[in-house]
């Protein structure tokens, strides 16, 4: 069946990087945009950018320009979400997701990585 | 690009009916006929329900349309269940410089 898998829980302190993964199977992983999307303890979702698994085309919500870089690889079907100059307030569980073709529509969701930072 | 407003709480009897509105701007929900609806239960990844405004994917039940009226779109939940009790994030394409934007959410409580 269609799924993207996640990588596991992460525990980062202040200033570090996370680097999440993605691994798509079950449809053609080059067929689709990735979206990341996260949420924080007891908030709403926040878009945060995508990325093209067709030509690596990425996409980022402004908040979060200079500080974070999604890519694919096409060679394992994963999408990757790097995250640096962590602070505590992106802690947060965050998702990939596809994006149905042109309709816009995230289809398919991971089951969340969570992200703490903390000193 | 602000998050697109709902209402913080909605409830209803089971067998009801809800709707929920999500309302934005000229710039996305109005521009627009690319309103999907999220629904996620505690603890769960959000599920699509809808998408394009009314579109509903395959095994998605048809107790939940949608619809859209200038920069407000709505969901409707009709014969309220008890396992409609989650919470509902509407979402809209922005423009090619921010693609989307969520709704602030909406927590349903089937009483």
């Known amino acids: 069946q269609v799924q993207l898998v996640q990588s596991g829980a992460e525990v980062k302190q202040p200033g570090d990087s996370v680097k999440v993964s993605c691994k798509a199977s079950?449809?053609?992983?080059?067929?689709?945009?990735i979206s990341w999307v996260r949420q924080a303890p007891g908030q709403g979702l926040e878009w945060m950018g995508w990325?093209?698994?067709?030509?690596?085309?990425?996409k980022y919500e402004q908040k979060f320009q200079g500080r974070v870089t999604m890519t694919t690889d096409t060679s394992t079907d994963t999408a990757y979400m790097e995250l640096r100059s962590l602070r505590s307030d992106d802690t947060a569980m965050y998702y990939c997701?596809?994006?149905?073709?042109?309709?816009?529509?995230?289809?398919?969701w991971g089951q969340g990585t969570t992200v703490t930072v903390s000193s | 690009q602000s998050a697109l407003t709902q209402a913080a709480s909605m409830s209803g009897s089971p067998g009801q009916s809800i709707t929920i509105s999500c309302t934005g701007t000229?710039?996305?929900?109005?521009?627009?006929?690319?309103v999907s609806w999220y629904q996620q239960h505690p603890g769960k990844a959000p599920k699509l329900l809808l998408y394009?405004?009314?579109k509903r994917p395959s095994g998605v039940s048809d107790r939940f349309s949608g619809s859209k009226s200038g920069n407000t779109a709505s969901l409707t939940l009709s014969g309220l269940q008890a396992e409609d009790e989650a919470d509902y994030y509407c979402?809209?394409?922005?423009?090619?410089?921010?693609?989307?934007?969520f709704g602030t959410g909406t927590k349903v409580t089937v009483l």
């Open positions: 997701a596809r994006v149905y073709y042109d309709t816009h529509g995230m289809d398919v």
């Open positions: 079950g449809y053609t992983f080059s067929s689709n945009t």
């Open positions: 979402c809209s394409y922005a423009s090619s410089s921010t693609p989307y934007v």
């Open positions: 000229s710039s996305d929900i109005g521009a627009y006929n690319l």
């Open positions: 990325v093209s698994a067709y030509n690596g085309h990425t």
């Open positions: 394009e405004v009314n």
